[in-house]
């Protein structure tokens, strides 16, 4: 159904030495990482420990201040080419509240240029089960629903990396059921996915990677693979202690 | 940057403060009056050298406002602060001489026609509002950012002010008593303006450094209290 | 370019829409311009000023202060739950952003003005002649000038804390020059001077469109990038 730019086999996301620095503030330092198609990385820390941060460099919203970012090969600062390869989802919905959800993410699919927009706008909303209340305007859905709609406004234009900010914040069963089912499908339609959530377990069992992210740093950077689930949770409790 | 000892007289500002002392003295009781104007035209060597400073410290702060956005250097963001900061106050100063000037002169208090006098009200005006929008902003890259942009787009609005002025004022002559026309200064009056130029601008750079080395102190104070946090 | 401007119009059709729903900033703006013309209505003495005298100076500030009023609606939509970072984030250029929305408030400006206009003509029973398509033209060059500048500062005053206070106080300034222009051509097309008369006021006009057009689109992405 989907279209991708193909990826050339190489990794989607590359990052070396990553450091984002606000004046003095060093809020991503020495982050280093990489993700193939299909591989999902969950990405866990305190509050402010740069997980946002790092997301939003990578989704070209700010450039970095030093090191190597690399999306499909394209170095950062992208410009639209890099930008066209990324799907955001972020607690902040990034909706117009005044328009539908329909024309939320028509508005998406006409920015990032998609062909047979009508269809995959239809098809994106089905997959977020929003087809019922798309012509609704926005402010008047819960904030459940909103939270679907983002996500589908996100995938309109099928991204080769999905960066998802806390996307399970806000959801209800339903929507998180549908997330968790959608994301499963990205990664094995060959999509990389970043996933920022509080929720370790719901985090470890949908990645192929986990990270842990403290003062700017990766404290911890492993594959799932032979995690001990009860000692990660630990070692995140401690965590956030000692934050 | 070895800071400057208590014991030792900092030469700048001295050398300045001395520059403008002289200034005034050769101003009040060594440089002739003026024949048509009077005591009141010596305000001129005031007024006339307190523009200059004004436009030279926007000028900068358009030039440190340009380099910044190309190359992000937080020092040159200082330097467009404090040249603001300096360059407001001789605005403010030129906008009481003139008035003051023009109402035994001219007979009236504010000259419209005036493009000069006008063109650094709108100065004035540009100088306000850089310092209120830094003075809204708490993030300092985004104050950076924001003041370089009202910087740079103060310096395009200057040139079309002084037109606007100037068609005012051709198309709309005003009564005016005694409107003088460009006088050519004697030697001693041309002197007495140079000196008073010269000191002007030295008084410009102390107050300038001073203040940047203010700015530059606050920033490490403010980065102190960042790192402990 | 042709991607610029596409993508533009994208942007000024989204925003458009949106104001479209709910109509309250252009009632707004549209009510403070009449009540404004009221307002310069009782307060003026038509035994000491003629109508042809006051009407450009009226009709020209009334335009600035409810331009005001609709352009700090143009990014004020983009900041409810972030949606400009859905704009950031997409592959459309900066510039794309801005000319869209500077599209969208000249629309905006252009139809609270086609209500205005003709409100002052009927309220001040102002002989208008055959000076209304020069007039139109000056109210397309004033629009414009007035767009790209307060487009800007808008997207600038957003991200402060006095936003309100500082758009307009960023904005006057630059909107000083044309507002000289456009009243000083309006009066003289109003008192039957020939057009040509006006020429150099248009022409001041034109110029600062496009300098400022040209310098603001440039300086947006300052506002943006990080």
């Known amino acids: 159904m989907s279209s991708k730019i193909s990826a050339g086999g190489g990794p989607i996301v590359e990052v070396a030495e990553l450091t984002r620095e606000f004046g003095r503030r060093r809020a991503v330092v020495g982050v280093s990482f990489a993700l193939s198609a299909g591989e999902c990385l969950a990405l866990f820390g305190p509050n402010g420990a740069g997980k946002t941060t790092l997301l939003r460099v990578l989704a070209g919203l700010l450039r970095p201040t030093s090191g190597d970012a690399r999306i499909s090969g394209i170095p950062l600062p992208g410009g639209p080419p890099a930008r066209a390869r990324v799907g955001l989802i972020s607690h902040r919905n990034m909706l117009y509240e005044a328009l539908s959800a329909r024309e939320n993410v028509a508005f998406a699919a006409r920015l990032y240029g998609v062909s047979d927009a009508d269809e995959r706008v239809e098809a994106s909303l089905q997959r977020m089960s929003m087809l019922e209340r798309a012509d609704a305007p926005v402010r008047s859905l819960s904030r459940g629903m909103q939270q679907r709609v983002s996500i589908a406004r996100a995938m309109v234009h099928s991204p080769q990396l999905v960066l998802a900010d806390e996307p399970y914040s806000?959801?209800?069963?339903?929507?998180?059921?549908?997330?968790?089912?959608?994301?499963?499908?990205?990664?094995?339609?060959?999509?990389?996915?970043?996933?920022?959530?509080?929720?370790?377990?719901?985090?470890?069992?949908?990645?192929?990677?986990?990270?842990?992210?403290?003062?700017?740093?990766?404290?911890?950077?492993?594959?799932v693979d032979g995690i001990d689930a009860v000692a990660y949770a630990t070692s995140y409790r401690e965590a956030l202690a000692g934050d | 940057m070895p800071r400057s000892s208590k014991t030792k007289l900092p030469w700048l500002p001295t050398v300045a403060g001395a520059a403008v002392l002289a200034t005034v003295i050769r101003a009040a009781y060594?440089?002739?009056?003026?024949?048509?104007?009077?005591?009141?035209?010596k305000i001129f060597y005031l007024h006339v050298p307190a523009a200059w400073v004004a436009f030279l410290a926007f000028f900068l702060v358009a030039v440190a406002s340009g380099v910044y956005l190309w190359l992000r250097d937080v020092r040159l963001d200082r330097f467009a602060e404090s040249s603001a900061e300096v360059g407001v106050v001789f605005t403010t100063i030129v906008l009481i001489t003139g008035p003051l000037w023009a109402r035994p002169i001219w007979g009236t208090f504010w000259a419209w026609w005036d493009v000069r006098l006008v063109s650094t009200l709108f100065l004035w005006f540009i100088y306000v509002s850089y310092l209120v929008l830094r003075g809204a902003i708490d993030s300092p890259p985004l104050r950076a950012r924001y003041s370089a942009v009202l910087g740079i787009m103060g310096a395009f609005l200057i040139p079309f002010i002084h037109l606007s002025v100037y068609l005012f004022a051709t198309m709309h002559p005003m009564p005016i008593v005694g409107k003088p026309s460009k006088p050519s200064l004697p030697n001693e009056m041309l002197l007495t303006l140079m000196l008073s130029l010269m000191a002007f601008t030295l008084l410009y750079f102390?107050?300038?450094?001073?203040?940047?080395?203010?700015?530059?102190?606050?920033?490490?104070?403010?980065?102190?209290v960042i790192d402990d946090a | 370019m042709t991607d610029t401007l596409r993508d533009a119009w994208v942007i000024a059709r989204k925003d458009l829409s949106i104001e479209f729903r709910t109509r309250s900033a252009f009632f707004s703006a549209v009510v403070f311009a009449l009540l404004g013309l009221v307002i310069f209505y009782f307060a003026w003495d038509p035994t000491a000023v003629s109508v042809t005298d006051l009407a450009p100076g009226v009709l020209w500030v009334i335009f600035t202060f409810s331009g005001l009023l609709g352009l700090h609606r143009s990014f004020g939509i983009e900041i409810q739950d972030h949606a400009i970072d859905?704009?950031?984030?997409?592959?459309?250029?900066?510039?794309?952003?801005?000319?869209?929305?500077?599209?969208?408030?000249?629309?905006?400006?252009?139809a609270v003005q086609l209500v205005a206009i003709p409100a002052l003509v009927l309220f001040y029973n102002l002989p208008l002649g055959d000076v209304f398509a020069p007039l139109i033209a000056i109210a397309i060059l004033a629009a414009v000038g007035l767009v790209a500048v307060g487009t800007l500062f808008s997207a600038m005053a957003i991200n402060t804390r006095l936003a309100e206070l500082l758009l307009p106080m960023l904005s006057l300034p630059f909107f000083v020059p044309i507002v000289?222009?456009?009243?000083?051509?309006?009066?003289?097309?109003?008192?039957?001077?020939p057009v040509a008369e006006a020429g150099a006021w248009i022409k001041l006009l034109l110029a600062f469109d496009i300098v400022f057009v040209a310098i603001s689109t440039l300086a947006y992405r300052f506002t943006v990038d990080d």
Do not use: C, W
């Not at chain 1, 094995?188 to 996933?195: E, R, Y």
């Not at chain 2, 440089?31 to 035209?41: H, I, R, S, V, Y």
């Not at chain 3, 969208?104 to 252009?110: G, T």
């Not at chain 3, 000289?180 to 109003?190: D, H, N």
């Open chain 1, 170 to 223: 806000g959801l209800d069963e339903s929507g998180a059921r549908a997330l968790t089912t959608l994301l499963r499908e990205l990664r094995s339609s060959g999509t990389a996915v970043i996933v920022v959530t509080h929720n370790l377990s719901e985090g470890l069992s949908l990645a192929t990677h986990a990270a842990m992210m403290q003062r700017g740093r990766f404290i911890r950077y492993e594959a």
């Open chain 2, 30 to 41: 060594f440089t002739p009056l003026e024949a048509k104007q009077g005591a009141a035209q």
């Open chain 2, 206 to 224: 102390a107050f300038l450094r001073s203040r940047y080395e203010l700015a530059t102190e606050r920033d490490a104070f403010a980065d102190t």
């Open chain 3, 86 to 110: 859905g704009l950031l984030a997409s592959p459309i250029s900066r510039e794309s952003i801005f000319l869209g929305k500077v599209t969208a408030n000249l629309i905006f400006v252009a």
């Open chain 3, 180 to 193: 000289i222009a456009a009243s000083q051509s309006t009066a003289k097309l109003l008192s039957g001077r």
